[in-house]
């Protein structure tokens, strides 16, 4: 089922880290039709190096979004390459000119085109992957009353500090390449090298020793590591690194705190909705340990963890048949209670 | 102690892999004496980025390794930049025609140098940390007869699939960089950027989740993380980056299967020695998962799993207290039923 792809221009926006980000353009998707009393709304924020078009495989009426039934709305992140982006912005928020947009001025773009633009009053359930489910907590957080319920797939609601370094070890790969000139390459002269060797240092962080050991990637149709590694050096090089470096500052300055004063547990304590929080059981930089740590904290939240050796990508839309049914069963069972 | 440090010459060595080492030369490190019946050997292969150097903090009268009653041999694994590298070899044996050198090749210099040059008869305890820790157990397969004991820490036989992924992802950092050049630049044109990425991206593989969310890195003086990731940089800058990426090599192609036609099961099955295997709980490339896997299939041998957050690092010589206590009480048992 095709989305309508939509473009709200929300004009000069200020920043919560400093600065503006001049004529941002937020880019979203809805799947279905917003019922009258404007809350059979389902947000799915997108994530790192995905569009509100990876999460096709989760909606359709085979699956719990069902867009008869709800109205699915997907915004996409700054910095994707579909919202505002180093990689098409005007100057001066061009390449490597681009600010930092945090995860909190992302929400409360989101929050605009929800409240101002389509009209939503309520949001039944905030769920996405990743740096989506980071968004998702940070919804919950900042507009308690909005947000009836939340699921949270392996992701955590601040990025912590192993997870920082991880992302510190992604950015210097692409940055030993001298072409990458710190942003201010040309269009026609991408540092190709560092983009390979990105995807290739992100792909054993992304996975676990038992995808590894047991020979997973063949269920991803790869024959070897090699051409597994290969792959992930193809897909980081169809990007814009200044895209990507831009994400990846919007991942790694993601701080739930910020929301309530500096305080990670208070934010996390005015959540109100009805949580599952479902970490991959091997997910290498959104653990489980802190996930779980996080949900301690949240007044009405489960922690489920997603049996899988799939490491972080035990939760990517679509990609492995069983992760995919436990995600909609559960995704189900909160619409339930929505 | 100051150790005596020697070479010996062994001339052309085949290689197990195809091809020959000239000229190969292997520096070794003695402390203690020989007892006469040759027999009070305890022997400490080096690990990446170490040499017999490193292991002074497990070597003296406090610790179980006490040179008065001890013979406590360490020799330098090729390509450490001390015996044969390609920083400092012949042609064609110089830096890029440096040719791979596998574990087992290692392990008959060492036999020879053990044999034929020290006259050592047995070896009470075989010992590593990290690729240490590979060559012990290589040793013990390849001459189940001499070793009688052996304690691996934080290793495994061979490097398992997940192991090889994250070492492809360090050379990728590495050769990001253009100056690399596949290995063929001037010495005095080293790849710096790609030496700081390799460290800065090996770092966060080296410790652990709860290393990073307790701060630890303030137990090692460093007051951030980016401080640790710039000393990882000047740690990886110091050396010759073609010695890196032989070791690499080395490590990657570990593979204990080759001493018994390509069965890891069979060569496991072929260790006589009382062996402690002793993986950190949070190892993130020689996982606690696989070294049981191993630890199961030898006759004689015990997991003890080192609980620490300090990951891979936990068996680094001398750097952490409990740890360091831990490993001298293990290698102290060991010792005395040897």
Redesign the interface.
Known sequence: MQPHVDTIHLGTLPLSQGGVLEDAKLVYATWGRLNSAGTNVVLLPTYYTGTHDSYRPWIGSHSALDPDRWFIISPNLFGNGLSSSPSHAQTPAQRAGFPLVSIRDNIDAQHRLLTEHLGVKSVALAMGWSLGAVQSMHWAAAYPAFIRTVFSICGTASC???N???L???R???????AWMDGAYAHDAPPT??L??FG??Y??WA???????Q?LYRTLGFDS??AL?LAWEEEHLAWDACDLMAMLKTWEHADIGSLAGQSASKALANIRAKTIIMPGSCD?YF?A??ARIEGALIPNAEVRVLDSPFGHCAGAPGRFEEETRTIAMTAHALLAMA
């Open positions: 912590w500090p192993l920082r370094a991880f510190a070890s992604v210097a790969a692409l940055a030993a390449d001298p090298r560092g390979k060797a290739r240092v792909c054993p996975y676990s020793s038992t995808f590894f050991r020979a590591i090699e590694l290498a653990t340990e802190e």
